[in-house]
């Protein structure tokens, strides 16, 4: 291989290092965030976390908190938009084994199952890592 040949090979290993790089960087930003829910007389609830709207992604991963002595659920959320919307929905346990009898798949149904109304924000990369929802009974 010549100087000249060489050269353009070596511009080319840079030039496809470099679009790596930025294709990596260019990816969609994760934040790692804690969520904890409660009622209003600052009891733990035992609720599922989703993301956006992906009650399956929520139930296939256990982003449940308040079951079995956890009282958070460490979440890594994915920020494709400034913000991302953030479901706490309460769930039904096993009065004996402390387990979910069934993870909701709305928030209506969360709401006829266990009378809390589930809680809703929405989440900035920049936010306080601990997330608190409060929910309130239907009554």
Known sequence: MGPQAHHRSRRSLFAAVGLSLLAACAGTP???FYFDAIDTE????SCLVVIGDDWDGAATA??????KGDDSVRIEVPFDAPEVSIIC?????NATTGEPDSLPTSRSESTEATKFVAGTRRLRVD???K???ILERKY
């Open 62 to 67: 256990s982003q449940i908190v308040n079951v």
């Open 131 to 133: 997330v608190l929802f």
């Open 30 to 32: 994760k934040r790692t």
């Open 127 to 129: 936010d306080a890592p």
């Open 42 to 45: 600052e009891k733990p609830v």
């Open 89 to 93: 929905a309460a769930i039904r346990t």
